[in-house]
């Protein structure tokens, strides 16, 4: 390979997104660990957490021990403003492991310490270096108790303000949706699935060339909506296979919310070589008569042989929450210009404030 060769591939290289997913915690951990597991490409993994021994079990290629000084590596326990200075102490690191990035998952269980004090620093960290940055949580089950409930509430809430947009998924919901007779580490799995499908679907929309293109720019003018997020893939097969593909994307049992009232969509649809134009109009209007009367919808369709007679569609829906401050520009600042926040913005050692 010459060197003209070898620079169209750099290029190449560039040219895709480039997706991070961060694990905070024990729970975000966990999770980043099932990905790993699943074998997701095109994705860089990070795992951050106070307890050193936790994070000794990531696979992740990288791993951030947060607030040395504060924790001595010893967790949180479970005090989510330890979780909070440790990743404050930390924010230099953050900032190196995050930076590049065009779009950052941060994934958490929030109720405990470090995942519910930490992920709104990292998002916040995430964010101000120039990536759309989506929040992924878990809320604890009931039975864990009032405390641990309010402490995930509270948590969320300030990862909402940082994140463009949240997914929130209760663990109470893995009662209604698991196998009485599954594993705990299957059910969780389930959770888990709500990220890995998200991830792996904007992936896919955006790296794999279709007949009508989807690019990261969609991706961002969708999920830049703000406030809930649903990102779902739903797959059909036999008569109504694209009805089916698109009631399955748009029927989440794990999520809080349903398409109902979306503002923002952004759906691709995948089948093979005798997809019809009528099955992708089925698909494309089951999805347009949930969502809201103006939204704003963004569609792509990809021809894959391997396929078969099945369809596949990935729904990223948004703007389910509108708040009374001005939709935030689709162009980012620069990391060092200053911002009208309640927050501090972290700023790296070199930069003055």
């Avoid at 190196?96 to 950052?104: A, E, I, N, Q, T």
């Avoid at 799995?189 to 929309?205: C, K, M, T």
């Avoid at 009232?261 to 494309?284: D, H, K, S």
């Amino acid at each position: 390979m010459d060197s003209t060769d070898k620079q169209v591939e750099e290029k190449g290289k560039e040219a895709f997104a480039r997706i991070k997913v961060i694990g905070v915690g024990g729970g975000g951990s966990n999770a980043v660990n099932r990905m790993i597991d699943e074998g997701i490409k095109g994705v860089d993994f990070i795992a951050v957490n106070t307890d050193a021994q936790a994070l000794m079990l990531s696979k992740a290629g990288i791993r951030v021990r947060l607030g040395d000084k504060l924790t001595r590596g010893l967790g949180a326990g479970g005090n989510p403003e330890i979780g909070k200075k440790a990743a404050e102490e930390s924010a230099d690191e953050l900032y190196d492991v995050l930076k590049g990035s065009d779009m950052v998952f941060v994934t958490a269980g929030m109720g405990g310490g470090t995942g519910t004090g930490a992920a709104p620093v990292v998002a916040q960290i995430a964010k101000e270096s120039g990536a759309l940055t989506i929040g992924v949580v878990t809320r604890p089950f009931t039975f864990e108790g009032m405390r641990r409930l309010q402490s995930a509430e509270v948590g969320i809430g300030k990862l909402k303000e940082h994140a463009d947009t949240l997914i929130a998924i209760p663990n109470d919901r893995l009662l209604q949706v698991a196998d009485k007779r599954a594993s705990l580490q299957d059910a969780f799995r389930l959770a888990d699935d709500v990220l890995h499908q998200g991830i792996q679907g904007i992936s896919e929309l955006i790296t794999i060339p279709g007949l009508i293109n989807l690019d990261f720019a969609d991706v961002r003018a969708i999920m830049s909506e703000g406030g809930a997020a649903l990102m779902a893939v739903g797959t059909g097969s036999g008569d109504e296979k694209a009805k089916k593909a698109a009631e399955d994307a748009i029927s989440s049992k794990l999520l809080d919310i349903t398409i109902d009232g979306a503002r923002g969509v952004l759906f691709n649809v995948t089948g093979g070589p005798n997809m019809t134009l009528f099955e992708v109009n089925q698909a494309a209007a089951i999805i347009r008569e949930t969502s809201h009367p103006d939204v704003n919808m963004i569609f792509g369709a990809v021809i894959d042989p391997n396929m078969g007679d099945d369809i596949r569609i990935t729904v990223i829906a948004t703007g389910f929450e509108r708040s009374s401050m001005p939709r935030r520009a689709l162009e980012r600042q620069p990391h060092n210009e200053s911002r009208r926040s309640d927050s501090a913005a972290y700023m790296r050692p070199s930069e003055s404030v």
